[in-house]
């Protein structure tokens, strides 16, 4: 699980809380997920939740939760197919947690919630309609994008939208060496991505060890494009790997929305304190593209994840 969030619950948290949550704080650096059976790994989550809680009590009742997955997740949030966490392979993630905590929970795809994330931190500073299109790109283990697609996350027919890392072969890890090929194949993708959308914004996300990368193709993207056209609107990421949390927790607040109003399509809403959600990532170590398992040789090139629990104050803002 690449990260997860909650928001404020269709029924009251425990008034003290779980064993070995006697002395958590947040933010606080979340232990590793246990890889052995789905189950574990649940109880992993629903425990870090709820020790997420007890300390945040004085909030109010959790609402709603939401998390980011690795791999192809489906309608229902079940987690359809992934290799680099196999157990979570056909499992109804949100419906299991959704009946551990009582609450709506919502799951999906870790690449999904980080374009969502980007999208919404530009929204709110009025770089991008509401009802704009992102196309976000992370060059980590490959090339894999993420789409919001009128304001909301475009998945696709087969859920497996923005998978065009299955179909190519540019494996990026931090002793890969990236020869101008490489770049060249990745503009030439994310390019044809774009010109597909004719996006608002292309943006760029990568590990640390592979800005350079991000750069040299930042500029051989702007290059691209014959002087008489406009070149794409494309930038770094604004959010890091804080962009899939973000992500996660506007998929929990809508879903708390939906079901304290009934509002098929809630308004978006305006986050503050984001940079928390940043600092306590990079103390855990965490990436959208980290697992706790030691993948296949054959799904090298696949996402990772692992998740983080959050909460963050938010206040409704119409578009």
Do not use: Y
Not at 55 to 71: F, I, N, Y
Not at 90 to 113: C, K, M, Q, T, Y
Not at 199 to 221: K, M, N, Y
């Amino acid at each position: 699980m690449a990260s997860s969030s909650a928001s404020t619950s269709c029924r009251a948290p425990p008034s003290s809380p779980p064993p070995a949550c006697a002395a958590t704080s947040w933010p606080h650096s979340p232990s590793p997920l246990p890889g052995s059976r789905a189950q574990e790994r649940l109880e992993a989550v629903n425990h870090a939740v709820r020790c997420l809680i007890a300390g945040l009590g004085r909030h109010g009742p959790l609402r709603a939760v939401a998390a980011s997955a690795t791999g192809r997740v489906g309608g229902g949030s079940t987690v359809l197919q992934t290799d680099l966490v196999p157990v979570w392979t056909g499992f109804p993630l949100a419906e299991r947690l959704s009946a551990e905590l009582g609450v709506p929970a919502v799951v999906d795809n870790d690449i999904n919630a980080a374009a969502l994330g980007e999208f919404h931190a530009r929204r709110q500073q009025g770089r991008i309609r509401p009802n704009g299109v992102l196309l976000f790109v992370q060059l980590a283990r490959g090339l894999h994008t993420g789409l919001v697609l009128g304001g909301a996350i475009h998945r696709g027919h087969e859920f497996n939208a923005g998978e065009i890392a299955d179909f190519l072969a540019l494996h990026l890890d931090e002793d890969t060496h990236v020869s101008g090929s490489w770049v060249t194949r990745a503009v030439l993708t994310t390019a044809s991505v774009g010109a597909v959308v004719d996006p608002d914004a292309i943006v760029f996300s990568s590990s640390v060890s592979s800005r350079g990368t991000v750069t040299r193709v930042l500029e051989a993207l702007s290059a691209l494009r014959p002087p008489s056209t406009l070149s794409f609107a494309a930038e770094v990421s604004a959010l890091g790997w804080a962009a899939g949390v973000v992500g996660a927790t506007h998929l929990a607040l809508a879903a708390a929305d939906q079901a304290l109003t009934g509002t098929p399509r809630p308004l978006p809403v305006t986050l503050t304190g984001t940079s928390l959600f940043l600092s306590t990532l990079e103390k855990s170590r965490h990436t959208t593209m980290t697992t706790t398992l030691r993948p296949p040789p054959h799904a090298a090139r696949r996402r990772r994840g692992r998740r983080s629990p959050f909460r963050l104050h938010a206040r409704h803002r119409p578009g």
